[in-house]
């Protein structure tokens, strides 16, 4: 393990100073992959069409703007595309941007309780999205290519969400600066 991931509680240091340290040991920039996940780019007859892939481009642009190399994945690429994107671009991690309808829930048909963050089927989708993209990633001798999630999701739907091999699964109101650091520590520590 690193320098970087080890030196304790780095909570005073900037996110660009980190960054700059990776830039040192790495002789590179963290390079991530970002990927729209839901219901809002599974239907284009939608009225939400591209909220999502929105939000992806939003976080993708703040990523970028704190010192990650930052690609986009096409809207509706299935997980072999995405593994094959992510290996052929040699990022870091993928991060999966998830929107699900009002309804139950991913962590639902796991026992875990409704809420109020996706339906039944939409949240199935997600979950069985995010673990055939973990699986081709394996079949693929890729796993050191890590899963984030985030996502306006209950804490069951997180939950289950890492129980499947997501390495994070950020809620919507962790700050930018949070979540940087966050990848940042996560990609070191993998390194």
């Known amino acids: ?10 909570s005073g240091v900037s996110i660009l100073q980190l960054m700059d340290e990776f830039v040192n040991q790495q002789g590179r920039r963290p390079r991530i992959l970002v990927v729209a996940v839901g219901q809002d780019i599974q239907a284009e007859s939608s009225r939400d069409v591209g909220v999502q892939s929105s939000g992806a481009k939003i976080i993708a642009t703040a990523f970028a703007d704190l010192g990650f190399d930052v690609d986009l994945s096409p809207t509706c690429a299935d997980s072999k595309e995405i593994v094959r994107q992510a290996i052929e671009n040699d990022v870091h991690l993928v991060a999966l941007s998830i929107h699900v ?22 949240s199935a989708n997600v979950l069985s999205r995010v673990s055939e993209l973990i699986a081709e990633f394996k079949t693929q001798d ?7 999630t985030g996502g306006d999701l209950s804490d069951a739907d997180h939950k289950a969400l890492e129980q499947i091999g997501v390495t994070l699964s950020l809620r919507p109101d962790t700050q930018m ?3 940087a650091n966050q990848l940042l520590v996560a990609i070191v520590s993998n390194s």
Do not use: F, H, P
Request: hydrophobic letters at 35%.
């Open 1 to 10: 393990m690193s320098e970087l991931a080890t030196k304790g509680d780095r």
């Open 177 to 179: 600066l949070l979540a």
């Open 142 to 148: 890729a796993e050191d290519i890590l899963v984030v």
């Open 101 to 122: 309808a009002t309804g139950t829930g991913i962590g639902a048909e796991n026992g875990e309780g409704a809420n109020d963050k996706g339906t039944d089927d939409e």
